[in-house]
């Protein structure tokens, strides 16, 4: 099973910007794992935040947060600090 660098914390949308991070979308295994290895391909930087957790926002969330144990997953990504973007030769 692939390791993935994981937070639990919550993103702040403003510092999240700033720091150049994009939210791409929001995963569950196996779907996650294989856009990590995506990402990772292209060069990017990538951080997974757990959605919602106990605080979900909505009833409707209740039921898919249920149906994935291990939790669904923000994807975040940004360009990688050496600039490697996955297609030099």
């Known amino acids: 099973m692939m390791r993935l660098p994981v937070t639990t ?3 702040e949308v403003p510092d ?3 720091d150049g991070w994009v939210k791409q979308f ?3 295994d196996p779907r996650l794992s294989e856009m ?5 391909s292209m060069g990017k930087e990538i951080k997974l935040e757990r959605e ?3 605080n979900l926002l909505f009833e409707e969330c209740k039921a898919c947060m249920e149906s994935h144990p ?3 997953w923000s994807i975040w990504t940004r360009d990688s600090p050496e600039g490697n973007s996955g297609n030099e030769s």
Do not use: L
Not at 36 to 40: A, E, R
């Open 36 to 40: 990590v290895g995506v990402f990772q």
């Open 70 to 72: 291990s939790g669904v």
């Open 9 to 11: 914390a919550q993103p």
């Open 16 to 18: 999240t910007a700033i």
């Open 26 to 28: 929001s995963a569950s």
């Open 52 to 54: 919602c957790g106990d």
